[in-house]
T-cell receptor, first 117, second 109 residues
Framework: GAVVSQHPSWVICKSGTSVKIECRSL??????MFWYRQFPKQSLMLMAT?????????EQGVEKDKFLINHASLTLSTLTVTSAHPEDSSFYIC?????????????FGPGTRLLVL | GENVEQHPSTLSVQEGDSAVIKCTYS??????FPWYKQELGKGPQLIID?????GEKKDQRIAVTLNKTAKHFSLHITETQPEDSAVYFC????????FGQGTRLTINP
């Protein structure tokens, strides 16, 4: 149980284009979904927290107009990287939790590797 | 804000030996401490977690201990196997989960 999927698993795009990444909870309803970014050999950095039907809360330093997050249902959240640039190349990972508190278990997706040329 | 420090950054042990990874946290209001295992190119996988109302939790070869007074918690893996090789992350926090820097564990056959 508690499976989270992401699509696509990897994507290559040209600089200036937009890329959408989907995160789905397959066997549970996720009140809250989280988006992380991970650079090579580094830890996970939280980008934003989204609750179904509400606007996402972005971490300091994360541009909300560049990283658009939509949490349209209890099983789907999307992250759109707009006008992507090479420095946006990274491993993007989502997680989902049934509740919304920090003490709720987060189940992670397999990640999406983005390469911007 | 919350800070989670993890040590060591790399750890190499012989197969069958034990491995210990330690983390400290700064926010005394933190009450949930999960440990994740991440294999190359994959997302993190929850392996064990502990809440502040207990001091120790065990699941087969894996155990976690928590010392709230000292604000540190540790992951213990016994009878290590080659498939335990991965990067391990601790996490904690009161307002949001903050991850440690990670420990690359290598099990030598």
């Amino acid at each position: 149980g508690a499976v989270v999927s992401q699509h696509p698993s990897w994507v290559i795009c040209k600089s200036g284009t937009s890329v959408k990444i989907e995160c789905r909870s397959l066997d549970f309803q996720a009140t809250t979904m989280f988006w992380y970014r991970q650079f090579p050999k580094q830890s996970l950095m939280l980008m934003a927290t989204s609750n179904e039907g509400s606007k996402a809360t972005y971490e300091q330093g994360v541009e909300k107009d560049k990283f658009l997050i939509n949490h349209a249902s209890l099983t789907l959240s999307t992250l759109t990287v707009t006008s992507a640039h090479p420095e946006d190349s990274s491993f993007y990972i989502c997680s989902a939790s049934i509740g919304g508190g920090v003490g709720e278990t987060q189940y992670f997706g397999p990640g999406t590797r983005l390469l911007v040329l | 804000g919350e800070n989670v420090e993890q040590h060591p950054s790399t750890l190499s042990v012989q197969e069958g030996d034990s491995a210990v990874i330690k983390c400290t946290y700064s926010d005394s209001a933190s009450n949930y401490f999960p440990w994740y295992k991440q294999e190359l190119g994959k997302g993190p996988q929850l392996i064990i977690d502990i809440r502040s109302n207990v001091g120790e939790k065990k699941d087969q070869r894996i155990a976690v201990t928590l010392n709230k007074t000292a604000k540190h918690f540790s992951l213990h893996i016994t009878e290590t196997q080659p498939e335990d090789s991965a990067v391990y992350f601790c996490a904690g926090g009161a307002q949001k989960l903050v991850f440690g820097q990670g420990t690359r564990l290598t099990i030598n056959p």
